[in-house]
């Protein structure tokens, strides 16, 4: 059609016959989306992405003659194209998926299955293509090299007493990176952290996992009724929402399974929301990296509740959608660089 946008051009590489038809059948029900092409193992995918240009590659990590995770660490090294890993919900297979992103993944996905329906599943793929379509992946890999780099601040003396203070970030498409930045310069003494990065069930306690070897503080996979505290982050869990209460004079976590919001469970404004009623002016919350609106208006709610806002900056953003978004409805005080964030968010809850 005349002036309409060009379709984003997506190569399928999955071993399973099965996979590869379904994922066509429903990828190619989205309006804007060219599945151009499939490939059964990284052999005959390296030739299609000489032959069809895709601007979007969805791959399974766990396939004969060569491994996913090795194929995509030669694509990053020498065409780099963003890429979507679908994987197994399995702990073996979510163990690939965080060392796929560690090499230039963008996103990761499950395979249909108990936990989703095709239907699901396919809807958030769709939508994690549209976002994955919109990586500058030079500045992913970019910051990917920067981020082995940094090192926790000093314990503050300002942060002493600030135990009814509460950090809240939320993330999507980059974000593993991006919330890795500011995790890994908090100091010991930090305020209690409450977090959500989209990502399938049994992917997010790999994640947390992995966090937790690399920062100075604990971070941790939330659980139902965890307290918390000073010096310890909590990652929503997969296919959960998360949400902070009061108990007494504690904050807590209390997870539900309630509808998705934005296509995601968990969502940023379900958790968003909830800190602005629960800690009000004493809560700090950032909005970084990420496809479409989650978050913004949750964002809104904690800068008009009396808490401080901040969002990651268009220059340092894979994708700019939620924190544009947060932007552009006035919820964000400060649009910095990602390496900023941490200690800008410190001076906050001073």
Do not use: W
Not at 45 to 61: E, G, N
Not at 65 to 76: E, H, N, Q, V
Not at 256 to 266: G, I
């Amino acid at each position: 059609m005349l002036g309409s946008s060009p379709k984003i051009r997506v190569l399928v590489v999955d071993d399973s016959a099965v996979v590869r038809q379904v994922l066509v059948r429903e990828l190619s029900k989205a309006p804007d989306i060219d599945v151009v092409g499939t490939a059964p193992d990284p052999f005959v995918a390296r030739d299609k992405i000489i032959q069809l240009m895709p601007d979007v590659m969805t791959l399974d990590i766990e396939m004969p003659r060569m491994d996913g995770l090795t194929f995509l660490r030669k694509i990053m090294k020498y065409k780099p194209i963003p890429t979507i890993v679908v994987s197994s919900l399995t702990p073996h297979g979510s163990e690939m998926a965080m060392d796929a992103l560690a090499a230039g993944a963008v996103d990761v996905v499950c395979k249909s299955g108990a936990a989703y329906s095709i239907g699901e599943a396919s809807g958030i793929l769709i939508e994690q293509i549209r976002a994955a379509a919109k990586v500058n992946m030079l500045r992913l890999q970019e910051l990917s090299q920067k981020v082995q780099k940094i090192t926790p601040m000093r314990p503050m003396q300002a942060l002493r007493k600030t135990t009814n203070k509460i950090f809240a970030i939320g993330a999507s498409t980059g974000g593993t990176v991006a919330i890795e930045t500011v995790l890994r310069q908090m100091p010991l003494n930090c305020p209690g952290i409450v977090m959500v990065q989209h990502m399938p069930e049994t992917f997010t306690s790999s994640y947390a996992k992995r966090l937790n070897e690399v920062c100075g503080i604990e971070v941790r996979e939330a659980r139902d009724g965890d307290r918390v505290i000073p010096g310890l982050a909590l990652l929503a869990p997969g296919n959960f929402h998360m949400r902070l209460v009061r108990d007494g004079a504690v904050y807590c976590v209390k997870m539900d399974q309630s509808a998705r919001v934005h296509y995601q469970r968990p969502a940023v404004d379900n958790l968003f929301e909830s800190v602005a009623l629960t800690a009000g002016s004493n809560a700090v919350a950032a909005l970084l990296t990420g496809m479409g609106k989650d978050g913004a208006q949750g964002l809104l709610s904690i800068r008009k509740a009396g808490g401080h806002t901040v969002a990651q900056d268009a220059a340092t953003s894979v994708v700019y959608g939620m924190p544009g978004e947060a932007v552009r409805i006035g919820a964000v005080e400060y649009s910095i660089a990602i390496e900023k964030v941490a200690l800008q968010s410190l001076s906050l809850v001073e």
